[in-house]
């Protein structure tokens, strides 16, 4: 599986955007890239996902490179309950079954 | 509508005892998967069923593990002669698909202790 690196932590003031790097240097064509954020003592809950153009929905942003070899998750005006680990991920189309494949993640603080 | 929700929530065992981890899906959803979580591994893959077929079991850690679907719906994770080393938070996860355009929704998890 293509691997991802992404920044061991990251801090926010609340309500100002927090941009969340990921790389992915060896991704490949059919390489989907998820976000996905576990808050304390919760399970993991899914944030965003794309292929190669930026997508909007209501909890984000993410923008893709254009040669897709990194991407950034944009949360537009954080909260204290954005607070969590936010972990990038590639998910192929072939045969890995769509299981997901966990790295470190990014633990994000948040300042009120 | 409801999410996905697993019992035990909790679950304290001695070394040695068997342990049945329940996780009821959300309806409709064919793809389930079960991971777990521990400090020292962070979180792992164990176990992947389709519809009533488990296509990839090649997180399972030994030959202790094992897990079952039936119906399409519920799937029971045991662990025969637990171990320390098995205390972990193990998460189930559903989709309707396990295609990567579809996004997996996770259940709360149940904590294992095993003393």
């Known amino acids: 599986d293509a691997k991802t690196t992404q920044p061991n932590s990251m801090e926010s003031n609340e309500e100002e955007p927090v941009h969340l790097p990921c790389n992915h240097s060896?991704?490949?064509?059919?390489?989907?890239i998820h976000w996905y954020r576990q808050l304390p003592s919760q399970g993991p809950e899914y944030v965003i996902h794309?292929?190669?153009s930026n997508v909007n929905n209501r909890m984000a942003s993410l923008a893709i490179a254009e040669d897709r070899k990194s991407s950034t998750l944009i949360l537009h005006r954080a909260t204290l309950r954005d607070a969590a680990v936010y972990y990038c991920?590639?998910?192929?189309?072939?045969?890995?079954?769509?299981?997901?494949?966990f790295g470190q993640g990014t633990i994000l603080t948040v300042h009120p | 509508g409801a999410g996905v929700s697993q019992s035990p929530s909790n679950k304290v065992t001695e070394k040695g005892k068997d342990v049945e981890l329940r996780c009821d899906p959300i309806?409709?959803?064919?793809?389930l998967y079960w991971y777990r979580q521990s400090l020292g591994q962070g979180l792992e893959f164990l176990i992947y069923?389709?519809?009533?077929?488990?296509?990839?079991k090649s997180g399972l850690p030994s030959d202790r593990f094992s897990a079952e679907r039936t119906g399409g719906s519920v799937s029971t994770l045991t662990i025969q002669r637990t171990q320390q080393e098995d205390s972990a938070v193990y998460l189930c996860?559903?989709?309707?698909?396990?295609?990567?355009?579809?996004?997996?929704?996770f259940g709360p998890g149940t904590r294992l202790t095993v003393t």
């Open positions: 996860a559903s989709s309707f698909s396990p295609s990567p355009i579809y996004e997996q929704y």
């Open positions: 060896t991704i490949s064509g059919t390489d989907y």
């Open positions: 794309g292929l190669t």
């Open positions: 991920i590639l998910r192929d189309s072939g045969t890995s079954y769509g299981k997901l494949t």
């Open positions: 309806s409709g959803h064919t793809a």
């Open positions: 069923f389709q519809g009533n077929s488990a296509p990839d």
